[in-house]
């Protein structure tokens, strides 16, 4: 991938952490379009885009793209999304059975352990889901996860940087992504530590 489409997708992803969906969907059907069409976690972030915009049917159809894209790869990345996708296509035996993988190959991922404890109890496996959401909260308590609006400024401050005049594809959108940068410094930037730094 380019540097470009690779600035683009970090953009997006940071969107989805800023919980800016109107502009993650923007920047994902670009990338989709434009870089690439077989990426899972791009099919994944335009699919959470959609659902929080209320567009159910067309959330699906790209959780659907997603979670056939993601289930080509063995890692447990891709096997984690994935689960997700199907948890949110209600696929719970198949969210299920993905967590549990993905927690078996990377047992050190808490958010993995989180995902398993939500399929375990939508498919009746209490005390698995019990057992899974203390692991998690374990996990977290001896490292706290970073606020997610934080990480999400901080991927969008390290995207930025490959925005540049002489890019056609960064520059169709970097008018969007420097006022949401000025927009989330204001909104984020004290509490994440951030609040002297400005666009130049």
């Known amino acids: ?10 953009l997006a992803e940071a969107t989805i952490c800023l919980r800016r ?11 989709l379009n434009l870089c690439s069409s077989d990426n899972p976690g791009a099919w994944h972030g335009l699919a959470i885009c959609l659902e929080m915009a209320k567009q159910r049917e067309e959330a699906n159809k790209a959780y659907k793209k997603a979670l056939q894209l993601h289930l080509r790869h063995n890692d447990p990345s891709n096997l984690l999304w994935g689960g997700w996708c199907a948890l949110k296509l209600g696929m719970y035996e198949l969210a299920y059975e993905l967590f549990k993988e993905s927690a078996m190959k990377d047992p050190n991922y808490a958010y993995t352990w989180h995902s398993l404890a939500i399929a375990a109890m939508r498919i009746g496996r209490r005390e698995e889901a019990e057992e899974a959401m203390a692991r998690y909260r374990s996990m977290v308590s001896r490292r706290p996860y970073d606020k997610m609006e934080c ?14 005049s002489g890019n056609s594809l960064m520059n169709e959108v970097r008018e969007l992504i420097i006022n949401l940068l000025s927009q989330s410094i204001d909104k984020y930037g004290a509490e994440c530590g951030l609040h002297d730094i400005h666009e130049s």
């Not at 991938?1 to 970090?10: E, F, G, H, N, V």
Request: glycine fraction near 8%.
């Open 21 to 31: 969906y109107d502009i993650g969907k923007i920047l994902y059907e670009k990338y």
């Open 1 to 10: 991938m380019d540097a470009p489409c690779t600035s683009l997708y970090k």
């Open 151 to 164: 990480e999400g400024l901080r991927m969008l401050m390290e995207a930025v940087s490959g925005i540049n």
